[in-house]
C-alpha cells in the first residue's frame, strides 16, 4: 500500500475504540507515513501508554500538521488525563512540524463533570504544566485546543504565561470560554498579556466566564477586580486585536432559576469603556449578554430589575473618540428596555447615544445590536446613523458593503433576527440595488415597522427587478398587512412573497387574497415550477389558511403543484389539546380552492 493511499485511510479514525493495544499497533505507520498531514484519534480511550506510543512516533515524523486526540465531555479522557498529557508535552517539545492540536475534553487537571454535574476526581497541575512548559518552547502550533479541561485560574495562567513568554510562538487565538476564570485566574493572564514577548497571540475568548467573581446562576462574591485587570491590560497591549467577554456578569446582576438578583454597578464596564478610549491595538469586543442596562427577563417572560443607560452611555462615549475598535457586539442586553417579548418600559435613551456615536465615528465597520428590542424612534435614528456611516460593512449580519455595491442578485438574511432597525436599514439600501431579485427576510423580528419600511423602499422603487420576497415570521399586524398590499399592487416584477406565521386577522388576510389574486401572485412563497409544497408543522393558523387558499386558486401560481402538505397545524384555530377558539373560515377557503384547482393529485 503506497503512502498516499494510507494517509487517506489514517486521516480520520476517530470513534474506533483502539485503545492502547491499537494505538500501538498503529504507531510504526505514523512514524514511516510521509504523506499524512492530517490525523483524528478523538475517543478512542488511548489511555497513557497508547498515548505514548503515538506520540513517540510523532516525534519522528515532521509532515503532519493537525492532530485530534481529544476525548468526550461524558466518556472521559483518551489520553488518560495528566498521565497521558506528559507524553504529549514532550512530543510537543521536540516536533516542530505540526501546527494544530486537539486536546479538549481530556480532563487534563485529573478533574471533570458528570451527567449529574458534580464534580468529580483530585486536582493535579502536573500534566497542564508539562503542557505550557511545551507551549514555551515550540515554534510551530498556530492551533492548540484545550477547553473543557476545567484547567482552573492556574491552569490557564500557566497556559497564558507560557504562550506569552515564548517569542517564537505561532498561536494566533485561543478559546478560553465557558471555563470558570475567576478573577484571580483573569490577573494571571492579563499580568502574562502585560508582558508578553510573543506577537502572534492576537484573538481571546473569555465568553461564559466568572470574570467578575459570579456564574450564571449568582454563585460567588462581585468584584471588579478581574474586569478593572483586563482594562488595564488593553491600555498597554499592543498585540490583542480581538477580545469576547460576552456573559460574564460585568454589571454585577444575574438571573437564578429566571429571578434577577444581585446588585447593577457600572464600575467593570465604566473600566472597559475607559480602556477603549486609549486602546491602540483591540480592533473587535464582543460585550453581549452581560446585563449592560440592569435589566433581564424571567422564565415567564417579564421583565425583572431597573433600567440604567450608565453602562451603555459609557460605551458610547468611548466609541466617540476610539479610533481603532471595527467590531462592536452589544446585542442581546435590552438596550431600550424591553425584553423579547416587549415587556417592560421602553426607552431610547441607550440606543439614542449609540447611534450618536456611530455618526461620529470614522473606524467600526461591523456593528451588532440584534436581540434588544429596538424600536420606534431609537430605531429610526440607529437606522439613520448606519446608513449614513459609509465605513460600516456589517450590520446586525446584514452585508452593506456588497449592498451598496449593487453586487447582490440574491440577499438571504432568513432567521438573522436583524430585527426593525435591521429592516429601516434593508429599506434605506434597496433604492441602490438594482439587481437583486430575492430577498429573504423569514423570521427576523421586523414587526409593521421594519415591514412597512422595506416595502414602502420597494413601492418607490419603480426599477426593482424583486421577483421574490419572505415576509414570513416577522410579527406582522393588520397595519403591516397593508402595507404589504400597497406595495404588492404596483410591483411588476414579484410573483412569490411569502407571509405564513404572522399575526394577521382573516380581515386582512382576505385582503392581501383579493390583491395578489388580481397581479397572479404567490402568498405563501410557491415558486411556479413548484411540483409539491410541505407547509407541516409549521403552527399555521386560520389566516394562514386563508393566504393557501389564494394561492391554490390560482393556476397561475400552483398550477404545477401535485402534492401538498398541511398536516399537524392550527388552520381551524385548536391546537393539540384542543385550546383556542375554533373557526371554519381558514379552512372552508381551502375547500373553496380545491374545487377549481385541477392540478393537485396528493394532499394530507
Given at each position: 500500500?503506497?503512502?498516499?493511499?494510507?494517509?487517506?485511510?489514517?486521516?480520520?479514525?476517530?470513534?474506533?475504540?483502539?485503545?492502547?493495544?491499537?494505538?500501538?499497533?498503529?504507531?510504526?505507520?505514523?512514524?514511516?507515513?510521509?504523506?499524512?498531514?492530517?490525523?483524528?484519534?478523538?475517543?478512542?480511550?488511548?489511555?497513557?501508554?497508547?498515548?505514548?506510543?503515538?506520540?513517540?512516533?510523532?516525534?519522528?515524523?515532521?509532515?503532519?500538521?493537525?492532530?485530534?486526540?481529544?476525548?468526550?465531555?461524558?466518556?472521559?479522557?483518551?489520553?488518560?488525563?495528566?498521565?497521558?498529557?506528559?507524553?504529549?508535552?514532550?512530543?510537543?517539545?521536540?516536533?516542530?512540524?505540526?501546527?494544530?492540536?486537539?486536546?479538549?475534553?481530556?480532563?487534563?487537571?485529573?478533574?471533570?463533570?458528570?451527567?449529574?454535574?458534580?464534580?468529580?476526581?483530585?486536582?493535579?497541575?502536573?500534566?497542564?504544566?508539562?503542557?505550557?512548559?511545551?507551549?514555551?518552547?515550540?515554534?510551530?502550533?498556530?492551533?492548540?485546543?484545550?477547553?473543557?479541561?476545567?484547567?482552573?485560574?492556574?491552569?490557564?495562567?500557566?497556559i497564558f504565561a507560557a504562550i506569552c513568554a515564548n517569542k517564537d510562538s505561532k498561536i494566533m487565538s485561543l478559546d478560553a470560554s465557558k471555563e470558570n476564570i475567576g478573577p484571580t485566574g483573569v490577573k494571571l493572564i492579563t499580568e502574562a498579556l502585560r508582558m508578553s514577548v510573543t506577537g502572534a497571540l492576537t484573538s481571546?475568548?473569555?465568553?461564559?466566564?466568572?470574570?467578575?467573581?459570579?456564574?450564571?446562576?449568582?454563585?460567588?462574591?462581585?468584584?471588579?477586580?478581574?474586569?478593572?485587570?483586563?482594562?488595564?491590560?488593553?491600555?498597554?497591549?499592543?498585540?490583542?486585536?480581538?477580545?469576547?467577554?460576552?456573559?460574564?456578569?460585568?454589571?454585577?446582576?444575574?438571573?437564578?432559576?429566571?429571578?434577577?438578583?444581585?446588585?447593577?454597578?457600572?464600575?467593570?464596564?465604566?473600566?472597559?469603556?475607559?480602556?477603549?478610549?486609549?486602546?491602540?491595538?483591540?480592533?473587535?469586543?464582543?460585550?453581549?449578554?452581560?446585563?449592560?442596562?440592569?435589566?433581564?427577563?424571567?422564565?415567564?417572560?417579564?421583565?425583572?430589575?431597573?433600567?440604567?443607560?450608565?453602562?451603555?452611555?459609557?460605551?458610547?462615549?468611548?466609541?466617540?473618540?476610539?479610533?481603532?475598535?471595527?467590531?462592536?457586539?452589544?446585542?442581546?442586553?435590552?438596550?431600550?428596555?424591553?425584553?423579547?417579548?416587549?415587556?417592560?418600559?421602553?426607552?431610547?435613551?441607550?440606543?439614542?447615544?449609540?447611534?450618536?456615536?456611530?455618526?461620529?465615528?470614522?473606524?467600526?465597520?461591523?456593528?451588532?445590536?440584534?436581540?434588544?428590542?429596538?424600536?420606534?424612534?431609537?430605531?429610526?435614528?440607529?437606522?439613520?446613523?448606519?446608513?449614513?456611516?459609509?465605513?460600516?460593512?456589517?450590520?446586525?449580519?446584514?452585508?452593506?458593503?456588497?449592498?451598496?455595491?449593487?453586487?447582490?442578485?440574491?440577499?438571504?438574511?432568513?432567521?438573522?433576527?436583524?430585527?426593525?432597525?435591521?429592516?429601516?436599514?434593508?429599506?434605506?439600501?434597496?433604492?441602490?440595488?438594482?439587481?437583486?431579485?430575492?430577498?429573504?427576510?423569514?423570521?427576523?423580528?421586523?414587526?409593521?415597522?421594519?415591514?412597512?419600511?422595506?416595502?414602502?423602499?420597494?413601492?418607490?422603487?419603480?426599477?426593482?427587478?424583486?421577483?421574490?420576497?419572505?415576509?414570513?415570521?416577522?410579527?406582522?399586524?393588520?397595519?403591516?398587512?397593508?402595507?404589504?398590499?400597497?406595495?404588492?399592487?404596483?410591483?411588476?416584477?414579484?410573483?412569490?412573497?411569502?407571509?405564513?406565521?404572522?399575526?394577521?386577522?382573516?380581515?386582512?388576510?382576505?385582503?392581501?387574497?383579493?390583491?395578489?389574486?388580481?397581479?397572479?401572485?404567490?402568498?405563501?412563497?410557491?415558486?411556479?415550477?413548484?411540483?409539491?409544497?410541505?407547509?407541516?408543522?409549521?403552527?399555521?393558523?386560520?389566516?394562514?389558511?386563508?393566504?393557501?387558499?389564494?394561492?391554490?386558486?390560482?393556476?397561475?401560481?400552483?398550477?404545477?403543484?401535485?402534492?401538498?402538505?398541511?398536516?399537524?397545524?392550527?388552520?381551524?384555530?385548536?391546537?393539540?389539546?384542543?385550546?383556542?377558539?375554533?373557526?371554519?373560515?381558514?379552512?372552508?377557503?381551502?375547500?373553496?380552492?380545491?374545487?377549481?384547482?385541477?392540478?393537485?393529485?396528493?394532499?394530507?
Open positions: 500500500m503506497n503512502a498516499l493511499v494510507c494517509s487517506r485511510l489514517l486521516r480520520s479514525l476517530s470513534q474506533n475504540r483502539l485503545g492502547a493495544e491499537g494505538a500501538a499497533a498503529l504507531a510504526p505507520a505514523l512514524a514511516a507515513n510521509g504523506a499524512l498531514t492530517k490525523l483524528s484519534l478523538a475517543q478512542n480511550k488511548l489511555e497513557e501508554e497508547g498515548t505514548k506510543a503515538i506520540c513517540e512516533a510523532l516525534e519522528q515524523n515532521t509532515t503532519l500538521k493537525e492532530l485530534d486526540i481529544s476525548g468526550h465531555r461524558f466518556l472521559g479522557s483518551n489520553i488518560e488525563g495528566s498521565a497521558g498529557a506528559k507524553h504529549v508535552a514532550k512530543m510537543l517539545g521536540v516536533n516542530g512540524g505540526l501546527t494544530s492540536i486537539d486536546l479538549r475534553d481530556n480532563q487534563l487537571c485529573g478533574i471533570w463533570i458528570d451527567r449529574r454535574g458534580n464534580q468529580n476526581g483530585t486536582n493535579t497541575a502536573e500534566g497542564i504544566v508539562a503542557i505550557a512548559d511545551a507551549l514555551r518552547v515550540n515554534g510551530s502550533l498556530t492551533s492548540v485546543k484545550l477547553r473543557d479541561n476545567r484547567l482552573g485560574d492556574e491552569g490557564w495562567g500557566a481571546l475568548d473569555l465568553s461564559g466566564n466568572q470574570l467578575c467573581g459570579l456564574d450564571l446562576y449568582g454563585r460567588g462574591t462581585y468584584t471588579a477586580e478581574g474586569i478593572t485587570a483586563i482594562a488595564d491590560a488593553l491600555r498597554v497591549n499592543g498585540g490583542l486585536t480581538s477580545i469576547n467577554l460576552s456573559g460574564n456578569q460585568l454589571c454585577g446582576i444575574y438571573t437564578y432559576f429566571g429571578e434577577l438578583r444581585g446588585t447593577y454597578t457600572a464600575v467593570g464596564i465604566a473600566a472597559i469603556a475607559e480602556a477603549l478610549r486609549v486602546n491602540g491595538g483591540l480592533t473587535s469586543i464582543d460585550l453581549s449578554r452581560n446585563q449592560l442596562c440592569g435589566i433581564w427577563s424571567d422564565n415567564y417572560g417579564n421583565q425583572r430589575g431597573t433600567y440604567t443607560a450608565e453602562g451603555i452611555t459609557a460605551i458610547a462615549d468611548a466609541l466617540g473618540v476610539d479610533g481603532g475598535l471595527t467590531s462592536l457586539n452589544l446585542s442581546s442586553n435590552q438596550l431600550c428596555g424591553l425584553n423579547h417579548l416587549g415587556r417592560g418600559t421602553y426607552t431610547a435613551e441607550g440606543i439614542t447615544a449609540i447611534a450618536d456615536a456611530l455618526r461620529v465615528n470614522g473606524a467600526l465597520t461591523r456593528v451588532d445590536v440584534r436581540r434588544n428590542n429596538i424600536a420606534g424612534d431609537g430605531a429610526v435614528q440607529l437606522a439613520a446613523a448606519v446608513l449614513c456611516n459609509l465605513k460600516i460593512e456589517m450590520f446586525n449580519e446584514i452585508p452593506i458593503k456588497e449592498m451598496r455595491a449593487n453586487s447582490l442578485t440574491k440577499l438571504d438574511l432568513m432567521r438573522k433576527d436583524v430585527g426593525v432597525a435591521g429592516g429601516m436599514v434593508v429599506a434605506g439600501l434597496i433604492p441602490v440595488m438594482g439587481a437583486l431579485t430575492a430577498l429573504n427576510l423569514f423570521s427576523n423580528d421586523l414587526k409593521d415597522e421594519g415591514v412597512s419600511a422595506v416595502c414602502e423602499a420597494i413601492q418607490s422603487n419603480k426599477e426593482t427587478k424583486l421577483a421574490s420576497l419572505n415576509f414570513g415570521n416577522n410579527g406582522i399586524h393588520p397595519v403591516g398587512a397593508n402595507a404589504v398590499a400597497a406595495m404588492v399592487a404596483v410591483t411588476g416584477a414579484l410573483t412569490a412573497t411569502n407571509l405564513l406565521g404572522n399575526w394577521f386577522d382573516a380581515e386582512s388576510a382576505k385582503m392581501l387574497a383579493e390583491v395578489a389574486k388580481q397581479k397572479g401572485i404567490s402568498l405563501c412563497g410557491i415558486l411556479r415550477d413548484q411540483t409539491t409544497a410541505n407547509f407541516s408543522n409549521q403552527n399555521l393558523k386560520p389566516p394562514d389558511a386563508i393566504l393557501l387558499a389564494s394561492d391554490l386558486s390560482q393556476v397561475v401560481v400552483t398550477g404545477g403543484l401535485t402534492s401538498l402538505d398541511l398536516s399537524n397545524n392550527e388552520l381551524c384555530g385548536l391546537d393539540d389539546f384542543g385550546r383556542g377558539t375554533y373557526t371554519a373560515v381558514g379552512i372552508t377557503a381551502i375547500a373553496d380552492a380545491l374545487r377549481v384547482n385541477g392540478g393537485l393529485t396528493k394532499i394530507e
